[in-house]
């Protein structure tokens, strides 16, 4: 309820302020109990996102991570925690993360990107948000939209087939309304 939170907001003092461009701790003298449930409740959040999430100095070095609803990693933990996420990813892909890297420590603004990945027998698409975060770190967030990808390359493939068949017909196509006008 709206009470219990300002309660639990007055009572900590502490709270997360989300805005478009970071995630920005609101800090002032609070318990540690309200950390401990700031955490758990970013913890029950992270878990119950489909995403992959990872928390990396600016140079893209990779200090943490939660892979959300048993998501599939293109590296295991041990091989990419400590490592630059432009030195574990593709080349090409790597190069892109750099760009953003780069923009995000001259603009301080977000950078989003799509790719697409090797993972385990099939190439599936993600969109990565990459946001500066307070404390000279730089948060990404990645979703898999291979299924949404793939809607639209359907899509793309119906219009490009009945354009071609209206190019080609060499009948007089006429469209008539449900009221029989032309």
Do not use: K
């Not at 639990?8 to 002032?28: D, G, I, K, R, Y």
């Not at 990693?73 to 780069?102: S, T």
């Not at 730089?138 to 793309?156: G, H, I, P, Q, S």
């Amino acid at each position: 309820s709206e009470i219990g939170r300002a309660a639990h907001a007055s009572e900590c003092a502490c709270a997360l302020a989300w805005s478009s461009s970071a995630l920005t701790p609101v800090t002032a003298t609070a318990p540690p109990r309200c950390h401990a449930a700031r955490t758990a409740e970013l913890e029950a959040i992270l878990r119950a996102l489909p995403d992959l999430y990872f928390r990396m100095d600016p140079d893209g070095t990779i200090r943490d991570f939660h892979a959300g609803r048993a998501m599939g990693l293109y590296a295991a933990p041990e091989v990419f925690l400590g490592r630059r996420m432009q030195d574990v990813l593709p080349p090409d892909i790597g190069a892109r993360v750099q760009a953003g890297l780069d923009q995000i420590a001259i603009t301080g603004e977000p950078f989003v990107m799509e790719y697409t990945l090797p993972l385990a027998d099939e190439r599936r698409d993600f969109e990565a948000r990459m946001l500066p975060m307070d404390g000279d770190q730089v948060v990404a967030l990645a979703r898999d939209v291979t299924e949404r990808v793939m809607a639209e390359n359907a899509l793309r493939q119906r219009e490009e087939h009945f354009r071609r068949l209206i190019e080609n017909a060499s009948d007089l196509i006429q469209v008539v309304g449900p009221d029989g006008g032309i």
